[in-house]
Structure formats: C-alpha cells, structure tokens
C-alpha cells in the first residue's frame, strides 16, 4: 500500500513538473522565459559594449571579447558567402540558446515552488522554466533558421538557380531526356534534405534538453520517495545530493554543446545554401 501511494505521489510529481502553463493554447512559461532571456542578453551585450574600455579589460568584458572572437572565427572557417549578419546571428544563437538551456541548472523546485507559493490554488500552478524543453520553441527557432536558408540561398544564387538547382543537382546529365530523368530524382532528394534540416535542429536539441530535465526531476523523486513509503528522506538525501551534483556537472557539457551544435549547424546550413553547385 505505502508503495502504491508512493508510485502515485511520484506520478502527480511528475506530470506536474512536466505541464507548461497555458493560456488560449499557448505555452506562456515558454514564452515568458525566452523573452526575458533574450531581453538580458540584449541589455548585457550593450551594457558591456557601451563600458568597454581599449585599456585592460574587466573580466565580464573579456570574457565577452573571447566569446565573440571565437564565433567569429568559426563563422570566417565556415560560411564562405557574403553575409555581414552571418557572425552576429551565430552569436545570439549560441548565447541565446545557452542561456535557454542553463535555465534547466536551476533547482527544480526553486521556481515552480514559488509559482506555487504564490497562487490561490497551488496543485494548479503549472511552470516550465526550460524554453528547449519545450519542442514549440526549438520548432520555432529550426523553422526561422530554414526560412533563413532559402533567403541566402536566393540572395546569393537569384530566384531561377536557386530554385534550378531542385532539378539539376546533384544528379546531372547531358541532353533533355537525360535532364528530365534526373529532374525527378533530384527533386525529391532536394525535398527530403531540406525538411531534414528543421526537423533535426529541433529533435536534436528538444530531446537532449527534455531528457536531462526529466533526470533532474527523477533524482528529486529520491527523497520525496523516501518520505512517502518509510520516512528515509535523511537517507536518501545524500544520495540525491551526490546523483544531482554529478549530473549537473555532465549536463552544464550537455547544454553547452548542444547551443554549439545549433549554432554551427545552421551556419553550415547557410553556407551550403550560399555555395554555388
């Protein structure tokens, strides 16, 4: 019985921490927390800008200098294009989608705890702070990088190559029957690469932030496990301590790379888009 109650304590845990908090359809946590990210990214980057000194610099600026030297070179290694706002679209992309992932660092109750302190009717105050843990906004930023593809790649090439390219490549032939046997095949080809490139940007990212705030979650089920079946929360609190302290360390890897991947898939994205066959 006192396991049964435990398994269904955990449960409402659970989906509790994994229901966003909607209103008219939308994810409005999401939303809230992706802009106020990208609201303090803007104002930190202009603050630094407007204090930056050609002296010794402080470490938040130096820190800042690195960081845009570094995407900087990737973008000049990478995307061979003409494209001025290639660099500083790789930039808001890194820091924008890092600082969406390191909202998972959080202690899980730390925010919804006070959503729920807060609110009149506590087993109904939903909240999400992970924005990449939500597939609406990897979807929506994998669907602007796509309709970014097909505008550099028209910029660069004109409407009637870009669009050519569908039918001639990468299978070529010689005279009009060899071209329209081709044309077939390398449309569909064409076709299937260029919905890849959304649907593997966003999975990508989703289902790695997803899965390691779902881990973050089942280690917080440790001591609400113990205090639900035998009173072992004291127990069980040194373990979740030790299992959250080392998964945090791996996943600050975690969300790391996978703001690197983004980024650098969508310049290669974009380069391959500018590149002419």
Known sequence: MATEEAAGGMTTYIKHHLHHLEMGG??????????ALALFFVLL???VARRATAGVPGKLQCFIEMLVEFVDGMVKETFHGRGKLVAP????????????????MLPV?????MAQALSDHPHEAYLRIVPTAD???????????????QYYGIKHKGVVKFFGEFVTAPFHAEGVVGKILCA???LLLRLIEEAVRPVSLSLRLFGNMYGGELIFILIACMTL????????TWVMAPVQFIAGFIWTAFHVLVITLQAFIFMMLTIVYLSMAAEHH
């Open 26 to 35: 939308l994810h409005v946590d999401s939303i809230f927390f992706k802009v």
């Open 225 to 232: 496990g113990g205090s639900l079946t035998s009173g072992m």
């Open 45 to 47: 980057f202009i603050g």
């Open 135 to 149: 597939l609406n906004t990897t979807l929506g930023m994998a669907f602007t990088v796509f309709l970014l593809i």
């Open 184 to 186: 077939v095949p390398n």
């Open 109 to 113: 109750d730390l925010l919804p705890g």
């Open 89 to 104: 679209l790789a930039l808001t992309i890194f820091c924008l989608v890092f600082l969406m992932n390191f909202m998972d």
